[in-house]
């Protein structure tokens, strides 16, 4: 066509293509639907969400049993809120969200008795549940509050903006956020100056988990996370995370985003370190802009060529450390389990054994795991009178050479379900009526997780901020990043927040106004 028969009035709008439609590609979809970009989102699997999917068991295979594949946990709803005003929606319009308190219920393991702790944001009753621990810890309760709102608010900024180029470590917001930090200092460390007793440390630090790491090995930054969960809400869709992801691709599909499904991507395509666009089924897709979503670990070394990535080419993905992985039970079981809570965490005796023999790559066989029972407080979960319970114990990733065959399921299935008895949970086999079982090969090779590490790339301090995969991708142009594996960081609002920084920095690349941090 000549360039003068083209309509001259409007020109056309840029064209973002995104690689996947899990958290991080379902925002940066919204925002950038919202600043006028044309948008198409390809997304290899029939259903959005990524791994905040909802399962659902198939009719005349005990139907009716809902389950979330991934995060159950939904946390700080305040970024996902900003994204949806970002496009004239409202959360709240879009999502039921219901908050809990208790938050969840741990149970620590004891040869001499169980010790129970209701977790509630409620503080005078938490001291009071924190004392049934040690006395002497209650009184750590609030001094650590206050200490952590004020890392947090510290902090705050430079989780909101990307980190470019080694001199973004010595901006000003960093330099003012270090004194809280105390980067020499892990998790559990820190949290000595406020509580004694090891079992009220684990209950201010087993959120670790939600990035994959030990709160021993983890960096004292991460108290923040409980504090999210005290002072912002541990909160339940109503109908699981995925009704989260639904409500996003609505949002983003009434904006004019174009989903394509069943469409894995083969590569993403470049001149120079230029992208170009993706091929995709036996097409290119010409794009000026293209954000990969997919797993990093996974994703990288297939869709991108390794010439194009000095900083994180194939060797140095392969020696990087990362999370570790979760053998999954989803279980549709007939009845229900009135003195179960919603979320339960059964913390085993020798907790810090158990996390070091998954660094060192055993699989525990006395595990610590969690328990999702959400007909708790929806019971559009499951058929009534049934429950779909979620069962998640942390094991080793596959980097350690570990591959699960199907005897190792089948042994490692009876230890979870063993476990169970542990949560006052007794023994369901009789009364499964659906089952659906994900090992760290299963993450791997069904879902598309590098190393089948669920929670992507450790969180230790030399892959964070500037270390971490960056926003704009290393030395190219027109690649952007959005998902637990680069900057933020793993956990739905760090992922929300991450896609919003991406964004910004593909908006300002294309001469656009970017969205806004605040409203």
Known sequence: ????????????????????????????????????LRVTVLEKDRVVGGRSRTIEAPDGHGGGYRFDLGPTFFLYPRILAEVFAECGARLEEEVELIRLDPQYRLVFEDAAGHVTLDATPDLARME????????????????FMEENRRKLAAFRPVLERAFTRTADVMGADMLRALPLLKPGRSVDADL???????????????????????PFRCPSLFTILSFLEYEHGVFHPRGGC?????????????LGVEFRFETPVDRVTFEGNRA?????????????????????AHAMPRLVPDAVRRKWSDRKIGQARYSCSTFMLYLGVEGTFPDLAHHSILLSQDYQRNIQEIEQGTVPDTPSLYLHNPVATDATMAPPGHSSLYLLVPVPNLTHGHEWSEADTARYRKVALDRLRALGVPDIEARIRFEKVVTPRDWRDDYAVGYGATF??????????????????????????????????????VIYEGARISANLLLRDLGRAPVSTRI
């Open 1 to 36: 066509m000549n360039a003068l028969s083209r309509p001259a009035l409007r020109p056309e709008r840029p064209h973002a293509v995104i690689i996947g439609a899990g958290p991080g590609g379902l925002a940066s979809a919204m925002l950038l639907a919202a600043r006028g």
């Open 128 to 143: 009071a549940e924190v004392a049934k621990i040690d006395p002497r810890d209650a009184a750590g309760v609030r001094p």
């Open 192 to 214: 000595r100056r406020h509580f004694r007793d090891p079992r009220t440390r684990l209950a201010f630090s087993f959120q670790t988990k939600y990035l994959g790491m030990s």
């Open 242 to 254: 995925g009704s989260v992801a639904a409500a996003m691709a609505r949002v983003a599909a009434d």
């Open 276 to 296: 170009t666009g993706v091929d995709a089924g036996g097409r290119h897709i010409a794009a000026d802009a293209v954000v990969m979503n997919a797993d990093f």
């Open 456 to 493: 992507n790339l450790a969180h230790d301090l030399r892959q964070m901020l500037m270390f971490r995969p960056g926003n704009r991708f290393g030395d190219t142009q027109g690649l952007y990043l959005v998902g637990g594996g680069t900057h933020p960081g793993s956990g739905l609002p």
